[in-house]
């Protein structure tokens, strides 16, 4: 790219008018005083490819992916890491100088950087994780968690198939179980995380027994409208350390960040107020 344009990244989606990552890379660009436009693009699965295509040569030097696109940027990208392969999706593509995509899935490093912020006694290794959910968000958690060390997950699914499909493909320390006894493997959890959209605003409310829940647990949600689910307030009565899932938006997008603008933000209360803006 010509080092005298100023530099255009945005975010691609279908719907996109919910996303707050505008708010959010626009409040960094502003208060670090760097040029630069950050733009929500709705992008038809069919025009996926040649959208991609084209904005490089518009000055886009990169941009985020979400649903329902993140799993067929894998077929579009040049290059490839490691982790978006494991996890089967990616939410962050680099254009870079010679023309080549570069996809990367940075859903996990967001997810533990804001258990790491927001629970800063949380251990990985003080026991099991029970996960609710199997969709691509559970991927790219189950992958972060494992990483981190947690001895084992057991993965409550209202489908059992997809959960079995995660055992075969993260191995032993993925452990499945029935979606009527997600309670018992929430009662027997260090960590317990919803990654399913039960409880968001609009869906369904997470129809499972909280009644295991207990001060000793951190317990984290992806969902961040609401805010503080029913999961997150049934936590908080029962004295655990709760996280909601507005962190984990604010964090995923910070490698993204750094490479397309060439520094790396911080997540602060301001940049969380000017997500929720």
């Not at 369904?204 to 999961?231: A, C, F, M, W």
């Amino acid at each position: 790219m010509n080092p005298d344009m100023i530099p255009l990244a945005g975010v691609i989606g279908r719907p996109i008018v919910h996303s707050r990552s505008p708010q959010l890379h626009g409040y960094w660009l502003k208060s670090m005083g760097l040029p630069g436009h950050y733009i929500p693009m709705e992008v038809a699965a069919e025009d996926l490819r040649e959208v991609l295509r084209t904005l490089p040569k518009m000055g886009f030097v990169g941009v985020n992916v979400t649903i329902p696109h993140k799993e067929a940027i894998l077929e579009i990208a040049d290059l490839v890491t490691d982790r978006a392969t494991v996890i089967g999706a990616a939410n962050t593509l680099i254009f870079r100088n010679d023309g080549k995509i570069h996809a990367d899935n940075t859903d996990g490093y967001g997810f533990i950087e804001n258990l790491k912020q927001n629970a800063p006694n949380w251990d990985p290794t003080a026991g099991p994780t029970a996960l609710l959910g199997a969709g691509g968000a559970a991927r790219a958690v189950i992958s972060a968690l494992l990483d981190a060390g947690v001895p084992e997950i057991v993965i409550s699914n209202r489908t059992r198939a997809r959960a079995d499909k995660l055992h075969d493909d993260f191995g032993r320390r993925v452990r499945v179980v029935e979606w009527v006894q997600a309670g018992n493997a929430i009662e027997d959890a260090a960590t317990v995380v919803n990654t399913t959209s039960l409880g968001m605003l609009g869906k369904p409310e997470l129809r499972v027994p909280l009644d295991g829940l207990s001060k000793h647990q951190v317990v984290t949600d992806i969902v961040y409208n609401p805010l503080k689910t029913n999961l997150l307030l049934e936590a908080e009565k029962a004295g655990a350390t709760v996280v909601d899932g507005l962190g984990m938006l604010l964090h995923q997008a910070v490698p993204g960040f750094e490479r397309w603008f060439g520094k790396r933000p911080e997540v602060t209360a301001e940049a969380r107020a000017a997500a929720l803006a």
